[in-house]
């Protein structure tokens, strides 16, 4: 029989899967012997049980009473009880973190009896009074349905009367008028009344908490941060401890390092007399945990401590909630705290160098994704600009847009493309549509663990939060510096996550300090030491190679400047165009193979410089060029443009006989699918002397630069090639060429001749590809679309949003390899290929070569190496080296 509830004291860390990960971590805590209020933890497979069939397994009523009960015996109450009651809180906690998407009731167990129970036996009746209003609006909202407003309408209300905007200025009578007011709004709102057994609310808040896996912002989470739907959450059913109690009691949270910048050092917010999440809502200004350390030295004490010992365990940054219960602290949560790119770098090298971990691990811990975000662009430190306020780093970046102020208009002004600001006092779960679709996210309270700061920094959004000067005005529609400015709804604002700094107007953006570093700059920065680091030892582990793919030469200095081992892909149809269209168009109306000559030995020279210069940049190291791809027509104009300037013509009489020519030429090479039409290595069969001069600029310049003492290491590559009988037609062509250019010459050349793989039909007859091939380069883009069937620049933007939401593929196929499907097809053809020749060099230069689960897969399957733009190199080499380790 399946258990579905396990006590605290049963479980451990690497039970996520089942307790999840607030409960596999309150029972790890327990373990440890820490100050953790007991419980028990319904398990995710309940959870899961109970969505799929639409109520709770048999069994499951009958194991809660039980551990229940042993519950209340260890507390010495009863659930409820109307002298002396306990209370719990209902959890939820799923297996991956989901700041605040879920539910959770605390308090349950009081009713119109109970509280004054809980009044008389703590002898502090406002306490008994504010939890019982409390959990009637927690229980109100999520597990009644009503809408939080109309609970914070009538506090808001009867703050209003009292004249008083500070929730502590109430006193127990007012508490009490606000507890009636909350049950009358229950009962309106509901239709049925507040559910006074103390048992049936526990029953209800678990399913309550089973129905928020599915809520709409829950849903949006997880596919924001790509958590399966399928997990469920548990829930943790808690004894509570009370930080609403009075002034010597509060509620906290903390992490063990600084999450925005590394840092090392404690970092947390204090609130006295709050319960739960009062300390990240913003209600009131928290303060520091120094702070706490005057106000309660003894539990500040004991919190660092306990950090220490967490940190030391799960040798790892930890964050925490906490509460002090009357000068007695409780540990209510902790979990390996999220963190901005910034702070994961510098983490692990402290890590390592405080001993806790070893270089491999601290690889581990990093990853591509947060490396390419600390490319981004930061504000120009020259350039003019206004600072209108400073407020919290929260999560780091250089975000510009315009200021809006509730979710609803910034996601409608995203949508037609206008980058905005969230611009909030503090931000609640509802606003996550809005954050997701924002640039960046301001508020001006709460501290960098509020929710703001937290989801921000899940979602790698940049956020200043706390920014105090400012007078937000969401109903209005702006803000308000103190002594200053007024933004409103639409004006341009400028927010820097890494400083805090906000500004008015654009400001300019400059490269990052990382890249600065990448360009071979002397920089001296802690970040920088901590990403040099880590990239020296994933470039010592990794097995693959990193090309790049670039064009010219300039971008090959840079490529090679960021740690590129070649060229993986040098495309060559730019070199077609601008003023050389002519020349192209020439070639194409040629009558005859005399015109033809002309056209192509017209070209030659100036292809041969092209590659001289490339291969002068890459002088040492592999460059792989690849022959003329797209079809023709897109070097020739518009056939209708082209129409219209011979009809005008006509109409003045004048004569135009080589426009018409070209347009004959335009409607012969008319395709209705240019894109499975006449293209790739098709064209170099049809208009041989298209290839073959291509091949002879290559070589020439590449006995150019031998003759100046270069070591120049051209690989000419085919494109779309299907059979092999069309790769040995054009290689003996090439073969030709090479005698010729050698005799001519005298040099003697080494170069390699292989073909793209990016038809199906190549990558299922690989092995008879490879005999006449020396290497293949894996063209994933086009793979992906003639696997799929489909065209990406017609799909993008019409169904791919509808097949993302719907599930078809988790991600877009042209963003991370389908490697059920195309990455069958780079298998079969790797292991083909390799039996057939196994020497063969194999190699991907789609875009896929810079994607970091893509990496992974690439370097399983065996290629030696992955060809990416400049830029994505580093993360390239990054990811190469975490493959290695086998990191995920
Ligand atoms: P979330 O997952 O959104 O953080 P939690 O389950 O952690 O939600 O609970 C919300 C708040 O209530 C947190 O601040 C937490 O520390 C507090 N809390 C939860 N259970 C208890 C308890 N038994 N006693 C006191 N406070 C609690
Ligand atoms: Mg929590
Ligand atoms: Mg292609």
């Not at 012969?668 to 240019?674: D, G």
């Amino acid at each position: 029989m399946t258990t579905y509830v396990f006590d605290f004291a049963q479980g451990n860390k690497e039970q996520k899967d089942l307790l999840g990960g607030k409960g596999a971590n309150l029972a790890e805590m327990t373990n440890l012997g820490l100050p953790v209020p007991p419980g028990f933890t319904i398990t995710t497979e309940a959870c899961r049980a109970y969505l799929a069939q639409g109520s709770q397994p048999e069994a499951l009523a009958a194991e809660i009473d039980e551990h229940l009960a042993r519950l209340e015996e260890a507390m010495g109450r009863r659930l409820g009880d109307a002298e002396d009651p306990l209370l719990v809180s209902v959890r939820s906690g799923a297996k991956h973190s989901m700041p605040g998407m879920m539910d959770t009731v605390l308090n349950i167990g009081l009713n119109d009896e109970s509280v004054h129970g809980l009044a008389a036996q703590s002898d502090n009746p406002r306490f008994a009074m504010d939890s019982y209003r409390r959990l009637l609006s927690m229980f109100g909202s999520t597990v009644m349905g009503i809408h939080d407003d109309v609970f914070s309408a009538e506090h808001d209300e009867l703050k209003r009367r009292k004249d008083t905007t500070a929730d502590l200025d109430l006193d127990v009578d007012d508490l009490r008028e606000l507890v009636s007011a909350y049950k009358k709004a229950i009962e309106e709102h509901a239709g049925r009344p507040f559910p006074q057994d103390p048992r049936e609310q526990m029953e209800l808040a678990v399913r309550a908490v089973f129905d928020s896996w599915n809520t709409e912002r829950a849903v949006l989470y997880r596919r924001q941060e790509q958590i399966p739907e399928d997990d469920g959450t548990a829930v943790n059913i808690q004894a509570m401890v009370f930080g609403n109690r009075g002034m010597d009691s509060g509620s906290g949270v903390a992490f063990t390092r600084d999450p925005a910048s590394g840092s090392q050092g404690v970092y947390g917010d204090y609130l006295q007399n709050a319960q739960g999440e009062d300390v990240v809502a913003g209600i009131r200004n928290t303060v520091s945990l120094a702070d706490l350390g005057e106000l309660d030295p003894k539990s500040h004490d004991e919190l660092l401590g306990i950090m220490k010992k967490l940190e030391d365990h799960y040798r790892d940054m930890c964050d925490i909630e906490f509460t002090i219960e009357q000068g007695k602290l409780w540990m209510l949560q902790t979990r390996v705290g999220k963190r901005t790119p910034e702070a994961a770098f510098r983490i692990a090298v402290h890590m390592v160098d405080e001993g806790l971990i070893d270089l491999d691990e601290a690889l581990g811990r990093v990853n591509g994704a947060q490396l390419a975000q600390l490319m981004f662009p930061r504000f120009d430190e020259n350039a003019e600009r206004t600072l209108l306020t400073t407020g919290m780093n929260a999560s780091p970046g250089a975000a510009v847009g315009r200021a809006v102020f509730d979710w609803a208009t910034a996601v409608e002004w995203a949508e037609r493309g206008e980058d905005v600001i969230l611009v909030r006092k503090e931000t609640s779960p509802d606003d996550l549509h809005g954050m997701v679709v924002a640039k960046g996210i301001l508020t001006s309270r709460g501290g960098k663990t509020s929710h703001a700061a937290v989801v921000a920094r899940g979602m790698g959004r940049t956020c200043v939060c706390g920014a105090e000067a400012l007078e937000v005005d969401v109903h209005a529609g702006r803000f308000t510096v103190r002594d200053g400015k007024t933004v409103h709804e639409g004006d341009v604002i400028s927010i820097d996550g890494t400083t805090g700094e906000v500004f008015d107007g654009a400001v300019p953006v400059a490269d990052s300090l990382v890249v600065q570093f990448f360009e071979g700059e002397q920089v001296d920065d802690p970040l920088v030491e901590a990403v040099a680091r880590l990239m020296e030892h994933a470039d010592a582990q990794r097995r693959m190679q990193v090309r790049s793919n670039v064009d010219k030469a300039e971008d090959a200095a840079r490529a090679r400047r960021f740690g590129a081992q070649g060229i993986g892909l040098c495309r060559t149809e730019h070199m077609f165009l601008g003023e050389r269209r002519e020349l192209v168009e020439n070639l194409i109306v040629a009558d005859d193979e005399q015109g033809q000559e002309k056209a192509l030995s017209a070209l030659l020279p100036m292809q041969r410089q092209d590659f001289t210069e490339i291969l002068e940049s890459m002088d040492g190291l592999p460059v792989t060029i690849r022959l003329i791809d797209p079809p023709l027509h897109e070097f020739l104009p518009d056939l209708t443009d082209l129409s219209v300037t011979i009809a005008l013509a006509d109409s003045r009489g004048h004569r135009k006989k080589r426009q018409r020519k070209l347009l004959d030429a335009v409607r012969r090479l008319h395709e209705q699918n240019p894109m499975l039409g006449l293209r790739g290595v098709r064209l170099g069969i049809v208009i041989p002397g298209l290839f073959t001069m291509q091949a002879r600029a290559i070589l020439e310049a590449a006995a150019f630069r031998k003759k100046e003492g270069g070591d120049p290491r051209p690989e000419i590559m085919i494109p779309l090639v299907a059979s092999v009988r069309e790769l040995e037609i054009v290689k003996r062509r090439i073969i030709d060429v090479a005698r010729e250019v050698r005799d001519e010459t005298g040099v003697d050349l080494a170069f390699k001749v292989g073909t793209m793989i990016e038809l199906p039909r190549a990558a299922i007859t690989a092995d008879k590809i490879a005999a006449a091939a020396e290497f293949f380069s894996f063209g994933t883009n086009d793979l992906t679309q003639m696997t799929w069937g489909f065209s990406r620049d017609d799909v993008e933007a019409s169904f791919f949003s509808t097949y993302l939401q719907q599930g078809v593929f988790p991600v877009s196929p042209f963003e991370s390899l389908d490697t059920e499907g195309v990455g069958s097809l780079v298998r079969t053809a790797v292991r083909l290929g390799r039996e057939a020749r196994p020497d063969l060099h194999l190699g991907v230069c789609g875009e896929h070569g810079g994607d970091p689960a893509s990496i992974h897969f690439f370097d399983e399957v065996g290629l030696d190496y992955v060809s990416c733009s400049p830029f994505r190199v580093p993360v390239a080499r990054l990811e190469a080296g975490r493959s290695a380790l086998g990191g995920g």
